[in-house]
């Protein structure tokens, strides 16, 4: 067990639908990390906040948002879904900003339908 | 850019074989590299890490020794276990900032008795 949560473990909808995802980090770590895993793409770092702030960016689609809460929680926001957005949404944290270890939650599996 | 490569899978082994997963990557700058292994079903845990040339992280009888002559991170085991059976992702960072980590696509390990 990481210490890091993410809800819910299974989400199925349907094409142009919005959900949100949620994380929580390991007690006392300020980062949380996004990243999408599917079959055809692997393992892509998504976005990265730090104690409340965006702190790095990278393949995020538009049609996809996150922030991190003052009680460093996270939420990932997935709109105008397309089947080809289904996929593994993991989420990571780290005690820093520059954590070179990351602790994964067990994920979030998304089906568009 | 910066990118890491891995031995395409499914690689099959028997119970106590020597395990090799090649790992090659690309980088500007100094970068430090990781194995994740990710068990079916779950999130991705840090397995070992090395942060300078000639480093070699090692855990659980897994080892990998940092090459920077040949940009090479490869994975061994001497005896694996049906328990190894996992997916193996290298992945690296680079710089000062551990903000992106820079997955492969990942080796999948089947280990049968």
């Known amino acids: 067990d990481s210490g890091v949560t993410q809800t819910p473990k299974h989400l199925i909808t349907a094409t142009g639908q919005r959900v949100t995802l949620r994380c929580s980090p390991r007690s006392g770590d300020l980062s949380v990390y996004w990243y999408q895993q599917s079959l055809d793409q692997g393992l892509q770092f998504l976005i990265q906040?730090?104690?409340?702030?965006?702190?790095a960016k990278g393949n995020i689609l538009e049609r996809f948002s996150a922030q991190q809460f003052p009680d460093l929680h996270s939420e990932l926001n997935l709109s105008s879904l397309e089947l080809g957005d289904s996929a593994l949404y993991f989420c990571?944290?780290?005690?820093?900003?520059?954590?070179?270890?990351?602790?994964f939650g067990p994920g979030t599996r998304l089906l568009v339908l | 850019g910066d990118s890491v490569t891995q031995m395409e899978g499914p690689v099959t082994l028997s119970e106590e074989a020597f395990l090799t997963i090649n790992c090659t990557y690309t980088?500007?700058?100094?970068?430090?590299l990781f194995w994740y292994v990710q068990y079916p079903g779950e999130g991705l845990q840090l397995l070992l890490k090395?942060?300078?040339?000639?480093d070699k992280g090692s855990n659980k009888g897994f080892e990998a020794t940092y090459r920077k002559e040949t940009t090479s991170f490869h994975l061994e085991k001497g005896s694996v276990q049906v328990s190894d059976s996992a997916v193996y992702f290298c992945?690296?960072?680079?710089?000062?900032?551990?903000?992106?980590?820079?997955f492969g696509p990942g080796t999948s390990l089947s280990v049968i008795p």
């Open positions: 992945a690296l960072s680079v710089g000062t900032s551990y903000d992106k980590v820079i």
């Open positions: 906040y730090y104690n409340g702030e965006e702190r």
């Open positions: 990571a944290s780290s005690v820093e900003s520059g954590g070179e270890t990351q602790y």
């Open positions: 980088a500007t700058g100094y970068p430090s």
């Open positions: 090395a942060t300078k040339a000639d």
